[in-house]
């Protein structure tokens, strides 16, 4: 079974763990890497070359122009990868690495083993281990969200924000289809889509909440803490448009454009908006 990896990057040039990424290109795997360069003003592009050099057969690079936030970036290269019938299973983790590599690898043997799921994703609350390392004042932000993350879901979910996720491809045309309303908080949109096409019993059954053994709280992240202060009014800004305004949603959303992406790579083929 292959497994494409999709690694958001803005403004990375800095922060990008070049060995960890060529260490593990260069290891016999089944593992594919997809960057996506989202419209970056430092040399991240030229780093990604860097990195893609080493093992090109391995590493794609999506570059799109404009930055589209994270949402835009996940969603540019599920669709790539699922325009590659070779990969079985898609996912996504952030570039700082905050979650590694045997972490992610551990979420991908829980969906190889189990035919129930479709999307499991790694929790840094859910029987968190010691080595979760958290800032407190996000700590206690990231509580009160996930309470009314809950609440709009209508889900036992501890953790919907960590950046280590991974499903089946067969789940892009479900999921990615349509552009997502929110930049950053896309995540909660997943697990909506979800819901409203599998309905809530089979999404619960379907899913996974994996605890993680390792995370670690990163400097410069690019989401500040106002940001983070802003979370509650978008997260009631979802929940309105899915469930007061969704007629119109869908008219909104198809009329989205992709952002202009340039893809490096060895079998270069985009699934087109």
Known sequence: MKTGIIIPCYNEENRLNRQAFINFISQENNYYLCFVNDGSN???IGVLKEIQGVNPEKVSIIDMKKNGG???AVRAGSRY???NNKIDYIGFIDADLSTDFEDFGDLVKTLE????LNFVFGSRTKNASKAIEKDNIRALISKVINVLIILILGLSISDTQCGAKVYRAELVPIVFTESFL???LFDVEIFIRMKRYFG???TITSIFEQPLKRWVHMDD???GLKDSLEIPYRLVSIWFNYNVLSMFIIDEVQTV???MVKIYSSSASYMAA
Do not use: G, H, M, Q
């Open 42 to 44: 430092d040399n991240t």
């Open 70 to 72: 994270k949402a835009a």
């Open 81 to 83: 990868f699922y325009s």
């Open 113 to 116: 083993v189990n035919n129930e």
């Open 182 to 184: 929110s930049r950053w």
């Open 200 to 202: 809530k019993e089979k």
């Open 221 to 223: 992240s690019k989401l």
């Open 257 to 259: 454009k992709e952002p």
